[in-house]
Structure formats: structure tokens, C-alpha cells
């Protein structure tokens, strides 16, 4: 009984995740008012009015998207805050960190970047409040290498060094077929330029 029980949430769950990356994949390719729920329940296999089980309905997909991705982002920069002692340890680890993010939730980041209005008032405060967090993540961070700069020096270096590393993966799609250029590394020490320059 348990083990079906803990199947079926499985399931769930991976249904749950199956739709986000879709909606995610289709959000970037068109824009959130150029996908339907049909489109998006006919992505993962089911019909759009089932996707009313998971998601009352778009608007409220759109912030699970943005909303679930804004909180692995503090959950990971807290992660890395944990995992390593000095601050240049730390900076290096979430760069690492960042870059693999923008690597993989490209189609995220575009969304996020067009589509961000269209949240409701409530999803779109959580995901400022919980960016603002990730945010300060590294302010702490560069503050500890960069004492005598002000935090608003900071934050504008930050938020830099998200530009470059988050609008990068858009255009460079055809080099991270095998053999081609090592973006990562690319993004990993342009972004350590940046910041401790």
C-alpha cells in the first residue's frame, strides 16, 4: 500500500517536473501569450484540461517556473556557502555554480527575462524577494574579498557579472556541440575577471 502510494507520488512528481520543462521550453520559444495549455498538456501527453490537476491555470505555471527556479538558485548559493571555508573558495564555487545554472535553464532564463509581467502580483514579489537573497548570497561573498568597497559597488558588480553569464548561453547554443568551444570555462573566468578585478 505504502510502496504504491509512494509510486503514484512519484509519478506525480515527475509529471509535475515533465510540465514545467515543457511550458519552459515552449515560454522561451514563443512567449508566454503564444502557448496554450493544449500545447503544453499535448508537450508531456496529456490533455489541457488535465493540466487544471496540477496548475489552476497558466499564469499560475508561469510562476511555478519562475518561483521553483528562484528558490534552487538560494537553496544552491546557500549550499555553496556551507560547503566551502574561505571567501575565495566560495566565490569560485558559485560561479561554478551559476554558469552551470545558465548552461542548463537557459530556456528559464528567457523566459524570466520576457515574461516576468506576466506573474501575478503574489509570484512575482517571491521571486524578487528570493532573487534579492540570492543576491545578497554574493554580496557577502565579494564583501569578505573586497572590504573596502561599498555594498552598492558590489551589487552593481553582481549584477554584471549575471548579465554576462545568463545572457551568454542565448547565443551560443551551437557551441556546445561536442568539440566545440568550452563555454563553461569561458564563462568561469570571465566572470572571476570581473568580480575580482
Not at 515560454?27 to 490537476?53: H, Q, T
Not at 540570492?134 to 558590489?154: F, K, M, Q, T
Request: aromatic share 4%; proline share 3%.
Amino acid at each position: 500500500m505504502t510502496s504504491g502510494a509512494t509510486d503514484r507520488e512519484r509519478a506525480k512528481a515527475d509529471r509535475h517536473a515533465a510540465i514545467l520543462h515543457e511550458a519552459a521550453t515552449l515560454f522561451a520559444e514563443r512567449g508566454f501569450s503564444g502557448v496554450s495549455l493544449e500545447e503544453i498538456g499535448g508537450a508531456v501527453g496529456i490533455s489541457g484540461p488535465a493540466l487544471y490537476r496540477h496548475f489552476a491555470n497558466k499564469q499560475a505555471l508561469l510562476g511555478a517556473i519562475l518561483v521553483e527556479v528562484s528558490e534552487r538558485l538560494l537553496s544552491g548559493g546557500r549550499a555553496v556557502l556551507a560547503a566551502h571555508a574561505s571567501p575565495g573558495a566560495r566565490l569560485e564555487a558559485l560561479i561554478d555554480f551559476h554558469v552551470a545554472f545558465a548552461l542548463r535553464d537557459a530556456d528559464v532564463i528567457r523566459v524570466q527575462d520576457r515574461d516576468l509581467a506576466s506573474l501575478s502580483d503574489e509570484d512575482r514579489h517571491t521571486v524578487r524577494r528570493l532573487q534579492r537573497e540570492y543576491v545578497e548570497v554574493w554580496i557577502g561573498i565579494l564583501s569578505a574579498l573586497h572590504p573596502a568597497r561599498d555594498p552598492d559597488d558590489l551589487r552593481v558588480r553582481a549584477h554584471a557579472c549575471f548579465g554576462l553569464i545568463n545572457s551568454t548561453p542565448h547565443s551560443v547554443r551551437a557551441l556546445r556541440s561536442p568539440g566545440g568551444h568550452d563555454v563553461r570555462g569561458i564563462l568561469r573566468s570571465m566572470a572571476h575577471a570581473s568580480l575580482t578585478a
